[in-house]
């Protein structure tokens, strides 16, 4: 089974930038949809960005609200998926989660992923 283990949340004043980590282990993540959500307080966790298996050209996918902001990527030979995260604002503030899917499908739906990790708190100040 895949453990997936965040790191690199914080504190940080807007406009400023994080770096998320997601280390997998257990198994070779290369073949996994791998994506990021996040959960602030009082709301749903929603769909943050997403980084699908692809055969031949790299594919992602992100909310409206991060586009231009936030860049998912991955490390597969390093086992590891990123979110760089620039120009931080307010409402980015949540707990932030890796989550992996396995191979045969894409989803933006948090329901759809096997495997998460215990998540990793992102706090943007005014």
């Known amino acids: 089974q895949m453990q997936l283990v965040e790191s690199g949340g914080g504190l940080v004043q807007a406009g400023g930038s994080l770096r998320l980590s997601c280390a997998a282990s257990g198994r070779t993540l290369s073949t996994y949809t791998m994506a990021w959500f996040r959960q602030a307080p009082g709301k749903e966790r929603e769909f943050v960005a997403a980084i699908p298996w692809s055969p031949s050209a790299t594919i992602t996918d992100y909310r409206d609200s991060v586009k231009g902001r936030f860049t998912i990527s991955r490390d597969n030979a390093n086992n590891k998926v990123f979110l760089q995260m620039n120009s931080l604002k307010v409402d980015d503030t949540a707990v932030y989660y890796c989550?992996?899917?396995?191979?045969?499908?894409?989803?933006?739906?948090?329901?759809?992923?096997?495997?998460w990790g215990q998540g990793t708190q992102v706090t943007v100040s005014s």
């Open positions: 989550a992996a899917d396995p191979p045969g499908s894409y989803s933006r739906r948090s329901y759809e992923y096997d495997y």
